[in-house]
């Protein structure tokens, strides 16, 4: 069944950094909470948000974002820079800090599509990236990405 497949697939994604931030935790390596976790991944994925677009995307409060991504901020995984165009304005931009945190993921997701390119050919891995494309374009309309 599609649906077992596709459920599958993310859910190994999701174990797989859980298994890798609950071994750094040991070691006192990590640092974000879980609600901290989700709000990093939508700040990097928004692409330089000012806190109003991340209220917003979050559906969360002003005030409840501001005291979010100060947390952020003192934790070292973000920082505030301000906009040329408006002076007012500040954009949030993911730290090298967060990057190497968030790099636990990505690792994980390149080891995969290492694995597809040798076990398919050419022309499957092609057909998966037209389908990937379609999905995340037309069948996920709820969720706009700046970079998609």
Same mark, same amino acid.
């Given at each position: ?35 901290? +976790?989700?709000?990093? /991944? ?5 692409? =330089?948000?000012?806190? %109003? @677009?991340?209220? &917003? ?49 990505? +690792?994980?997701?390149? /080891? ?5 390119? =040798?076990?398919?050919? %050419? @022309?499957?891995? &092609? ?22």
């Amino acid at each position: 069944m599609l649906e077992q497949a596709f459920f599958n697939v993310y859910t190994k994604f999701k174990l797989h950094f859980y298994q890798e931030i609950f071994r750094r935790f040991q070691t006192r390596e990590a640092s974000l909470t879980t609600v901290e +976790t989700f709000c990093m /991944e939508t700040i990097q994925a928004l692409g =330089r948000p000012t806190i %109003s @677009e991340f209220a &917003a995307f979050m559906r969360i409060s002003l005030p409840n974002a501001t005291y979010k991504v100060n947390s952020l901020v003192k934790k070292g995984y973000i920082q505030k820079k301000q906009s040329q165009e408006d002076q007012r304005e500040y954009h949030l931009e993911v730290t090298q800090k967060y990057l190497d945190y968030y790099s636990i993921s990505v +690792t994980y997701m390149v /080891e995969v599509m290492n694995r597809i390119s =040798r076990r398919f050919s %050419s @022309e499957e891995c &092609a057909k998966l990236e037209e389908m990937l494309r379609i999905v995340s374009k037309e069948l996920m309309p709820e969720v706009t990405l700046p970079n998609p």
